[in-house]
């Protein structure tokens, strides 16, 4: 019986930190026959924790407080921070995307930095949970975002506008790096984000 309860309880935390994605604008028409989509990140807007702290708080607390327990450790985790959208979070939604693409053999690649590319995908971060692990015990991290697709040339034509809330950073085992959680939140977006333009799309 207590095993049963147990297995209830991961079942009812998988069904909180599941992925919700909708469209709330456009359609997928001016996708078809595209072989490259350019990709830009922003995190003008990003809020952190169940507060909404800005990232500069954000920042600024934690290093502080990791300071105070052992002096110098939050300096050097403020420069990881500082890092991981490039080191981390890019790499890992761009990295899933292209692999769902590839599998399904759709003739497309998603490229950051493409400027000749047609249309261009901006990723704005729009909140951040960084979840926890305590060995026993963990919380995966959240990732929700707004994946606006434009105009390269004319980046105020929205054309295809998804919301992607709470994008699970699942974990195998521990991982006691927030940074690398919150990456992989940034893979189950870019996963999810592909298989539903290959459903619609290509």
Known sequence: MRRILVLLCLFASGMVTAQDMNVTKGDFGFLKDQKEVNV?????????????????????????????????????????????????????????????????????????????????????????????????MKEKAKVSTVLKFVETANKQNVLLEITSNEAPGTQFGNNFSNE??????????????????????F
């Open 40 to 136: 830009r990140f922003d995190y003008s807007n990003m809020k952190l924790m169940k507060d909404n702290k800005t990232e500069e708080a954000y920042v600024t607390e934690r290093r502080n407080d990791l300071n105070k327990k052992t002096p110098g450790v939050g300096d050097s985790w403020s420069k990881k921070w500082a890092s991981s959208k490039e080191m981390i979070w890019e790499p890992k939604f761009m990295e899933l995307v292209n692999t769902i693409f590839s599998k399904k053999r759709v003739g497309v690649v998603f490229q950051q930095n493409s400027e000749k590319a047609k249309y261009t995908l901006i990723v704005e971060t729009v909140w951040i949970y960084p979840g926890w692990d305590a060995y026993v």
């Open 180 to 201: 690398s959680r919150i990456g992989e939140g940034y893979a189950k977006t870019g996963k999810s984000l592909a298989k539903l333009l290959v459903k619609n799309a």
